[in-house]
């Protein structure tokens, strides 16, 4: 089978130490019911960065304030190729990654991305809460709100400007791993009693007036919470993101984690199609149902190339996506491989667990199997961060420059 | 529509001089061409001139020394603008097989005459062929002091006014047709379309439904059909070593793939740039019709995937830059050709259903590059073998002919 993506020296020896150290941790965690400890967990966040072992730690090394902490592009590749190889241990890596605590510092990673985008934000990113979050206080990503859902324009939370801090009211919900040290909440931003705009404010969860109610969602190996901010109070330096004067409502340090968050979740159902992509090639080879196996039907191979080339074709977008991200390209670039990325990604993912479920037949709704479990996440990721007829809109107007659709 | 790929300064040169073309030879151009039935030779002339038909052949033959990405680019701007012919892939073929295969005296000899002008066409398909593309059976009997060739060949672009034809023809005739996981002894020959024997008529390819015999395509392409009788060819002609042409062949066809694939990109780009236009100022009711989302989410997919296309395609022709395994480069250019056929055929059904009835007016450029779009999706093979193909090399699965 052909290698799609090539690396070099340098990437194979970083994928080779990752796996070498997933390969222990599943071993151990196979063998110990208990949560796993902090060490291990800094040990998986710093393969986690994907810039992996390697990058991770030239970077504390010579303290490069110009160097992103997270390249994506890493991030990407650690990813797929976990999949490509782990592709048939779903169910122990999904229990082992929420045990684990790396979904939260996944979230923490749009925060990450928002804060490399200045300065400022840079030197708060490597001198406090990369430290934090390795120590396993992470940054939960608060934007969606019950009235507001797609139109984030339309957000209620308003931070109050009040001396030297901000008056914070409001309520989030759908907020992934919320109940970790800080969450990085979406908010009007009203100073002087003017409203200035979008910005993103980080708030720690242990202040007063913050509580929170886990939601029943079936998906997710991360719980998921309606979080209710009750006039809490938040220091004025912890504002992250504002609009500046020319932008209009929302600022781009804002648009900045939400292209991010694109990119992050398209690499996530990029690596979840290619676990079913190769769960199903390898049910074909040994499912007989007439004569010979049913991977020597046309229609059968001919669905499972024609979803695999689509899952291939969305990660090309994604790697694209992540490169520009990476290289700090004009926005409006990013934008546009991010949204593509996550049209084509959760598309891609759709089809190939819509083949796989076709392949498997009853068999793929046997939970045993985690198709159908992976089918639920790639069609979540249709919905969420954002429905992909928003990112058509975007497209069919950033890109083609046809009218705006939709009011 | 905004570019988003980000071009080499090589490429942005590349670029310009398209652009440039086009200013100058725009649809009403070709529309009269075609009408007229005359080759766009004003174009030709001004491609030639400026050693874009050696574009991937070093300089001291006249050429431009550019890589394949680079070619990508300059077709994908070509097809883009209205501009890309099968003429013109057929002569950077048969340049790159002269330029990689021929012996110093042939390439000192031909080169410099092809890519300053001098027309060649590339006859390769045959009418028992197909798809099972080695199969063909143009025989080229050795004889003391020449071959002699006889077959038919189909499909081979504007043989009838070219100076030069490159024929793909069997050496060795004790091969068995029928079993075909066996390939044939090929050799390649560079042969004059006017010698003794041969004889050429234009096919069919008109879309409407007339009595009247259409031949010509909006890029002023004509389709032959030749047949060979006893036709004799000097030794000196022939290409390369003799039987080793499949070899040649199995990279001018990833060559083939790549360019087919940005041609489809181009086009698919032509006529959805088109149609966006034209759906920001079409009012049906009150609105303009790109305003509509039933219109607008086909079009953002569109670009969607001549984009990723196009990322394929780049994947593509950088293997082919930097030569990596012959395997995985032709598993890479099926997979561009595939998606960018499908990405270029999404693009035109949309930009039709945007312009209704308009559409088929051959003025508004939309239903004259039906045929061209539909041809990448068979040219060089079709996309239904592209699949069987990439189930063995790119899941591991048997093949399922």
Redesign the interface.
């Known amino acids: ?4 993506e ?1 690396k070099d020296e340098r990437q194979r020896k970083m994928l080779k130490a990752v796996m070498d150290l997933v390969d222990e941790l599943l071993t151990k965690y196979s063998k110990e019911e208990t949560k796993i400890s902090t060490d291990i967990l800094t040990e998986i966040v710093a393969m986690a960065m994907g810039s992996g072992i390697l990058e991770y730690s030239d970077m504390f090394a010579s303290m490069k304030k110009d160097a992103l902490p997270v390249k994506l592009n890493t991030l990407r590749l650690v990813m797929v190729e976990l999949a490509d190889k782990y592709w048939n241990k779903f169910g122990e890596l999904s229990k082992f990654l929420s045990k684990s605590g790396f979904i939260p510092f996944g979230a923490s990673l749009f925060t990450f991305g928002t804060l490399s985008s200045t300065q400022r934000g840079m030197d708060l990113l490597i001198n406090k809460y990369l430290p934090e979050a390795l120590n396993g206080n992470c940054i939960s990503f608060g934007v969606t709100e019950p009235d507001a859902g797609t139109n984030t324009h339309k957000i209620l939370t308003t931070a109050i400007e009040e001396g030297d801090h901000y008056r914070l009211n409001g309520s989030k919900v759908f907020i992934s791993g919320a109940e970790t040290r800080y969450m990085n909440v979406l908010t009007r931003i009203v100073s002087n009693g003017e409203f200035e705009g979008i910005g993103n404010l980080i708030v720690d969860t242990r202040t007063k007036g913050i509580s929170m109610t886990p939601m029943d969602i079936a998906v997710l190996p991360d719980d998921q919470y309606i979080v209710y901010l009750d006039d809490v109070i938040v220091p004025k330096e912890n504002l992250i993101s504002r609009p500046k004067k020319e932008e209009k409502d929302i600022g781009g340090g804002t648009f900045y984690g939400l292209n991010l968050e694109r990119i992050l979740l398209s690499m996530m159902v990029v690596a979840v199609g290619r676990m079913a992509i190769n769960k199903a ?1 390898e049910y ?2 040994q499912r007989k149902v007439l004569s010979k196996s049913i ?4 229609t059968i ?2 669905s ?3 979803a ?2 689509r899952l ?3 990660n ?2 994604t790697k ?1 996506a992540a490169e520009t991200f990476d290289n700090k390209e004009d926005l ?2 990013i934008g ?2 991010a949204n ?1 990325a996550k ?2 990604g959760s598309e891609a993912a759709n089809e190939v667990c819509n083949v796989a479920t076709q392949v498997y037949g009853a068999d793929g709704l046997n939970k045993d199997n985690d198709i159908s479990i992976m089918y639920q996440i790639a069609r979540l990721i249709r919905i969420a961060p954002i429905n992909n ?1 928003m990112v ?2 975007y ?2 107007e ?9 009011r | ?2 570019e ?1 790929e980000k071009l080499t300064n090589d490429q942005e040169l590349i670029k310009d001089f398209v652009e440039s073309l086009s200013k100058k030879y725009d649809s009403e151009y070709f529309l009269k061409k075609v009408k007229n039935k005359e080759f766009p030779i004003e174009l030709w002339n001004e491609i030639a001139n400026n050693g874009y038909l050696g574009i991937i052949v070093p300089e001291k033959y006249g050429g431009g020394n550019f890589g394949i990405d680079d070619l990508r680019v300059f077709v994908g701007e070509m097809a883009k603008n209205g501009l890309m012919s099968f003429q013109l892939v057929s002569q950077i073929i048969v340049c790159d097989i002269m330029h990689k295969y021929g012996n110093d005296e042939q390439k000192n000899k031909y080169l410099p005459e092809i890519i300053s002008g001098a027309r060649c066409s590339f006859a390769f398909s045959e009418p028992d062929a197909g798809t099972n593309t080695f199969n063909i059976v143009t025989d080229a009997f050795k004889e003391e002091e020449h071959y002699k060739l006889s077959g038919h060949k189909t499909y081979i672009t504007g043989v009838k006014e070219s100076k030069y034809m490159l024929v793909v023809a069997r050496t060795a005739s004790n091969n068995d047709l029928k079993d075909i996981s066996k390939s044939p002894t090929i050799s390649l020959f560079f042969v004059d379309p006017k010698s003794k024997g041969i004889n050429i008529t234009p096919q069919n390819i008109g879309f409407r439904s007339t009595s009247e015999r259409e031949e010509m395509l909006i890029t002023g392409d004509v389709q032959y059909d030749i047949y060979f009788d006893d036709v004799i060819v000097p030794k000196e002609n022939l290409i390369g070593k003799e039987n080793e042409g499949i070899g040649y062949l199995y990279n001018t066809f990833n060559l083939l793939k790549i360019m087919i694939a940005a041609m489809a990109i181009g086009w698919g780009k032509n006529v ?1 740039n088109k149609a ?1 236009e034209y ?2 100022k079409r009012t049906v009711f009150e ?2 019709i ?4 039933a219109i ?2 086909p ?3 569109a ?2 995937d001549l ?3 196009n ?2 395609n780049q ?1 593509a022709s950088k ?1 082919c830059d930097s030569e ?1 395994d012959i ?2 480069v032709t ?1 890479y250019a099926n ?1 561009a050709r ?2 960018a056929s499908e990405a270029a055929y999404e693009a035109w059904d949309i930009a039709m259903q945007s312009y209704g009835g308009y559409s088929l007016d051959r003025e508004y450029g939309i239903i004259t590059l039906w045929q061209p779009i539909l041809s990448t999706r068979i040219i060089p093979i079709s996309n ?1 073998v592209i ?2 193909h ?2 063995k ?6 093949n ?1 002919q």
């Open positions: 089978m052909i290698e799609f090539k090639v074909a080879k991977e020597g039907y046309q191979e001919h499972l190339s024609k695999k080339i291939e074709l969305a090309l977008a694209k409006e670039i546009a491989y593509m049209l084509t007829e058509l809109n497209i069919g950033h890109l083609l420059g046809l009218p705006k659709s939709y | 529509m905004i988003i959805l966006v759906a920001k609105d303009p790109g305003s509509y989302q607008q989410h079009m953002a997919r670009i969607t984009e990723l296309a990322l394929a994947i293997a990596e395997n995985l598993t997979v595939y998606v239904e699949l069987d990439f189930c090399h790119g899941l591991g699965l048997p399922s």
